[in-house]
């Protein structure tokens, strides 16, 4: 199975900072890889797509970038609503591998 | 609008068994890929199985096979998940999730239903 480490695990920050997150996986995944995010309480929402595709509807603020085995997703400017629970996920190959969660927490 | 919704948590003893659905509505439901994510309590995200549009072609993680089946009735726009043999590690909520093959990923989720195994 591919390893998916997300790292930090946890990030305190501020309205309007920019913020960025980084998922390795123990193998190239290509850019086969997801950003999702999840509130308390809540499903998860799809973000970003193969890598770096903004799904429509998603505020532009969020990018995705990265191939192979590293990747990264950078919020340009940190809104209220953003702070949430983010989670990279490989769909290179079964079983579709999630990274431990990173928390975005509010300073 | 585009839903799912999941149905038949609840709680069941070890060893015992639960049959989850998962009613989808809005779109073409026979034209996509389906998958099961579990998450545990204050745990992340689990994948634990996928089913093709057909129905024919089924993958599952390791810790699950041989006591869970997923299976669909496009007829009646249903994904199910059937566990057996439960352990107290199979408590979490459950998701089901609509597959975009094209984005390779999941693109909408249901509100998720809770499994607890205890005695």
């Known amino acids: 199975d591919i390893q998916m480490t997300q790292s930090p695990s946890s990030l305190s920050a501020s309205v309007g900072d920019r913020v960025t997150i980084t998922c390795r996986a123990s193998q190239s995944i290509s850019r086969s890889l997801n950003w999702y995010q999840q509130k308390p309480g809540k499903a998860p929402i799809l973000l970003i797509y193969a890598a770096s595709s903004l799904r429509s509807g998603v505020p532009s603020r969020f990018s995705g970038s990265g191939s192979g085995t590293d990747f990264t997703l950078t919020i340009s400017s940190l809104q209220p609503e953003d702070f949430a629970t983010y989670y990279c996920q490989q769909s290179y190959s079964t079983p579709r591998t999630f990274g431990q969660g990173t928390k975005l927490e509010i300073k | 609008q585009v839903q799912l919704v999941e149905s038949g948590g609840g709680l069941v003893k070890p060893g015992g068994s639960l049959r989850l659905s998962c009613a989808a509505s809005?779109?073409?439901?026979?034209?996509?890929?389906m998958s099961w994510i579990r998450q545990a309590p204050g745990k992340g995200l689990d994948w634990i199985s996928d089913i093709s549009s057909g129905g024919t072609t089924k993958n599952y993680i390791d810790s699950v096979k041989g006591r869970f089946t997923i299976s669909r009735d496009n007829a009646k726009k249903s994904l199910y998940l059937q566990m057996n043999s439960l352990r107290a590690e199979d408590t979490a909520v459950y998701y089901c999730a609509r597959d975009r093959r094209d984005w390779n990923s999941m693109d909408v989720w249901g509100q998720g239903t809770t499994v607890t195994v205890s005695s």
């Open positions: 809005g779109f073409t439901f026979n034209d996509y890929y």
